[in-house]
């Protein structure tokens, strides 16, 4: 989602340091010293947070460095440290909470009685008390993320060995229309996850050790905790959310069905029941739609070029490319040749980032410290492994903030840049609050800030930083900008979901760990409409190739924060006075608007999210009312396209029920 999200962390915080699943927030630890310190004799409710807050300012840096490197240096040692670093917060985190049982039913301030519960929910990976338990858990989260990380796809072509990691297949579903083409690169990626099954099957049972320890009934119990509201009630205000856009994605499934039906024929745009097949969607996880333009979009001939931003972005770095060659006296050599590309792609990938940073500071915002420029991950070095999963990093909560990415020149990556500045001005905002008190109003308002920068990026805007030719006023033009932003925001809802369903289900045990890969084929049917083009069976374990899975980030805040962030533009459209439709305001530069909302940033996880969203929407509740208002003209449209055709699809039943046996799991 680059979903884009955005996002990521093996540790992150689940209240506490809600934060950017975009963020690679480690999991809490200390040393194994620090996690038997006794509490100071006669210390006060008051005190202990104070103490708490400190102790984690100062441990801080050091765990987000060990887990800075593990990310962008994948070998051996760098995991060792990540694990003995994680391992040791989490060691004092349990400290921390055992610590805090003592002033259970004390009189204490609103404050300090919010901060220990934010303790309690602070990390994603419960860690269980037993010191081995806890040093097996933290060694497999590790693995398994850099097994993610390292996720290489080999076979023979032509007598040699060819070997692609996840950048270049996923290039091959944004270009290659070739249908035997996407389905060996999407069937290649989805071999890395094999070897990963069985730890994390162990993985599962520690951080449900951990949850019970903590007093949860088990890990998603616990991860449904952390909005201000019991584990019933979130889940169920997600699925009052997903009954109002479900309609609206169900007409947008029935229009790309029928146009890869055109594209593809003899029956291969659609899987039986009607549904998508799932190599054919442009994206590994069939998540964003996006790089399906060339087929998707609704008016080629009239507006085609217009939106076109991966065009104008690769002209950039073919020019720079050109540029560097001029410099030279000499044909370049094949090893120069490398080099030039490699320079190229860098200053492209800085000069996309400086364009959004225009955008944050256009509303009043700060400009990012030297120190990103200096050790921000641009784009996937040459000579090691790194996760290439988009994040967004703050390294010491005092400035230090960075984000990783392998960014290319396309439309996708170039927005995902303005979602993971979004990260990092939330950070840049909150810094002055308490550590307790630094994340998100819950996890999804994270998601959320840099997705409601792109939603301000209209055609309009667009086109006045020299990204698209002049916009065309008529209704096709109209229909092709809602397209454009309805395959990246509407596609990406029911997987939004379905995540989170399916490991609610791992761990409440309603899913076994021999149903693993059919119940997350159900869910993705019942919820996406999609299907592989061939049999999945218990020898594949296709949920580890997304990136969340063996990185532990909970998922849910993604779906929620797809509302969110047409709420929050609704009301800066409202604070910059815009009038007319919703979909054509920008408040690109508009100070009213950015005080609002850098205002709201600075709220950090202080107050329950209720209230913030009051204060910035006026109202206190999760709506997608304004996202359907965005989107009328083009669900009237599809709804117009779609006449005559059955929409819809038929999910499998004979095994649907299974991971059903706890209705939290598979409710939607």
């Known amino acids: 989602m680059t979903h884009r999200h955005v996002l990521l962390a093996f540790a992150i915080t689940a209240g506490l ?73 989490l060691g004092q985190l349990n400290s921390w909470i055992e610590q805090a049982k003592k002033f259970e039913g004390q009189k204490m301030s609103p404050d300090t009685a919010r901060a220990i519960r934010l303790l309690k929910l602070s990390t994603s990976m419960p860690p269980p008390r037993d010191p081995a338990k806890l040093a097996e858990l933290t060694q497999i989260a590790t693995k398994l993320e850099g097994m993610y990380g390292a996720g290489t796809y080999c076979k023979e072509e032509g007598g040699e060995k060819r070997c692609r990691q996840i950048g270049e297949l996923e290039e091959v579903l944004r270009h290659s229309r070739d249908y035997d083409e996407q389905l060996d690169a999407w069937q290649g990626w989805h071999t890395i996850s094999v070897p990963m099954r069985k730890d994390y099957t162990r993985f599962t049972e520690l951080v449900n050790e951990g949850a019970r320890d903590l007093g949860f009934a088990d890990a998603g119990e616990m991860w449904r905790s952390g909005y201000d509201m019991t584990p019933v009630e979130i889940a169920a205000e997600t699925d009052q959310l997903w009954v109002q856009v479900k309609p609206l994605y169900e007409q947008l499934h029935c229009f790309a069905r029928t146009r890869l039906n055109a594209k593809y024929g003899d029956g291969r745009g659609e899987v039986t029941g009607g549904l998508l097949p799932a190599h054919l969607m442009g994206n590994l996880w069939q998540q964003d739609w996006g790089n399906l333009w060339d087929i998707l979009a609704p008016y080629s001939e009239a507006q085609a070029g217009k939106l076109d931003i991966s065009s104008t972005l690769q002209t950039m770095y073919e020019e720079d490319y050109r540029e560097r060659q001029r410099q030279l006296a000499d044909e370049p050599t094949p090893e120069e040749q490398v080099e030039l590309e490699h320079a190229a792609q860098l200053d492209v990938a800085r000069q996309m980032t400086e364009r959004a940073q225009d955008f944050y500071t256009s509303l009043g915002m700060p400009r990012l410290p030297d120190s990103y420029w200096q050790k921000t991950q641009f784009i996937k070095p040459r000579d090691r492994d790194v996760v290439c999963h988009a994040s967004a990093w703050d390294m010491n909560m005092t400035g230090d903030v960075r984000t990783k990415m392998c960014t290319k020149p396309n ?17 840049l905002a909150y810094n002055k609050l308490p550590p307790l008190f630094q994340g998100g109003a819950n996890d999804g308002f994270h998601e959320a800030i840099g997705d409601t920068i792109v939603l301000a990026m209209t055609p309009k805007y667009l086109q006045s930083i020299g990204l698209v030719g002049a916009q065309q006023q008529s209704q096709e033009a109209l229909i092709n900008s809602q397209m454009r932003m309805a395959l990246a925001k509407v596609s990406f809802l029911p997987f939004g979901l379905m995540i989170d369903r399916w490991r609610w289900g791992v761990f409440d045990g309603s899913i076994k760990p021999d149903q693993y890969n059919q119940a997350w084929w159900d869910l993705k049917a019942k919820y996406q409409g999609v299907a592989p083009a061939s049999p999945r069976g218990e020898e594949f374990f296709d949920p580890g190739a997304k990136y969340h899975v063996p990185g532990n980030t909970p998922y ?84 117009q396209q779609n006449e005559g055709q059955q929409c819809g699809w038929q999910a499998p039943t004979a095994s649907m029920e299974k991971p059903a046996a706890k209705p939290a799991a598979t409710q939607g």
């Not at 038997?36 to 984690?56: H, K, L, W, Y």
């Not at 409202?574 to 100070?591: I, M, Q, V």
């Open 556 to 639: 849910t805040r993604y779906f929620l924060s797809h509302v969110l962030q047409f709420q929050f533009y609704k009301a800066l459209c409202d604070a910059a006075g815009h009038k007319g439709p919703l979909y054509e305001c920008s408040f690109y530069g508009n100070k009213a608007a950015g005080e609002k909302f850098w205002a709201m940033l600075g709220k950090g996880a202080s107050q329950p999210w209720q209230q913030t969203l009051q204060q910035l929407s006026g109202s206190d509740k999760m709506d997608a009312t304004a996202m359907l208002e965005y989107f009328a003209p083009l669900q009237a449209w599809l709804k």
């Open 17 to 89: 340091l809600s934060l950017a699943a975009c963020r690679k927030t480690p999991s809490p630890t200390e040393s194994p010293a620090s996690a038997t310190q006794a509490a100071p004799e006669g210390e006060t409710a008051d005190q202990f947070i104070a103490r708490v807050n400190d102790e984690f300012r100062k441990m801080y840096p050091e765990l987000t460095a060990a887990q800075w490197l593990s990310n962008t240096y994948i070998n051996d040692d760098s995991q060792l440290l990540a694990s003995k670093a994680n391992e040791r917060w």
């Open 411 to 427: 439309e996708e990556d170039f927005t995902t840049i303005y979602h993971e500045l979004g990260h990092v001005y939330y950070y």
